[in-house]
């Protein structure tokens, strides 16, 4: 079993549409989750991360974790042709100290 | 954006050849990581390193070799491509600790034919 799983898509939505993308994880010393986004042709940023379960919010994006279910989530509002990309999740703890990525869920947002 | 550099940035090179994927950071970060990404599928660990003289095999078995002489630097190489080989190859550079942020380079697309 794959320790963070991650459907690939594609997905496909509207301008101006909520987006959810999802992944799962098996490890429960996982403690530090990350979202990062990858445009065609460049390497992954990080976008966002949060420790342990709960919310956090940047602008437009939404992250949140569920450890008791052992699901990460990323939510994007009012979504824009900018944030067609692939987006990968990514899981740490200090024992295991390497990221573990998914597959990356590729994105397009059409107008 | 992340001072973190690979080159070349395309390759296609024949069947037994050598060859060295170069990546160099400008962040004094200990920790370098190479990572191959095929389409659809995830980002695969296959080296690390802690610091200078520290290299790592990752999850995922490589044919590949690193060295870490520099700070900076963290040349991948492979001694005789084959078209198995083909994939991108993703460096990345941390700080310290183990949740903090990687940074990756643009990658460098490798086809061996």
């Known amino acids: 079993q794959k320790e963070v799983e991650q459907d690939p898509g594609p997905l496909s939505v509207p301008e101006g549409a909520i987006v959810s993308l999802n992944c799962t994880y098996s490890n429960s010393a996982f403690q530090y989750f990350m979202w990062y986004r990858q445009y065609s042709r460049k390497g992954p940023e990080l976008l966002m991360y949060t420790y342990s379960s709960g919310n956090k919010e940047d602008g437009r994006f939404t992250a949140q974790v569920d450890k008791s279910s052992k699901y990460i989530s990323l939510f994007i509002r009012d979504s824009q042709p900018s944030d067609s990309a692939t987006y990968l999740c990514a899981s740490t703890s200090y024992n295991t100290d390497k990221l573990i990525f998914g597959t990356g869920t590729r994105l397009q947002v059409f107008p | 954006e992340a001072d973190i550099y690979q080159t070349p940035r395309y390759l296609v090179i024949g069947t037994g050849k050598k060859i060295t994927l170069e990546c160099s950071q400008t962040?004094?970060?200990?920790?370098m990581y190479w990572y191959q990404q095929d389409p659809g599928m995830e980002l695969h660990l296959i080296h690390y390193s802690y610091g200078v003289n520290s290299t790592e095999k990752g999850d995922l078995s490589s044919e590949s070799t690193v060295s870490r002489i520099r700070t900076e630097h963290f040349p991948l190489t492979l001694e005789s491509a084959r078209p198995s080989h083909t994939s991108q190859y993703l460096c990345?550079?941390?700080?310290?600790?183990?949740?903090?942020?990687?940074?990756f380079g643009q990658g460098t697309r490798l086809t061996v034919v």
């Open positions: 990345a550079s941390s700080d310290e600790g183990w949740n903090t942020e990687a940074f």
């Open positions: 962040m004094g970060h200990d920790k």
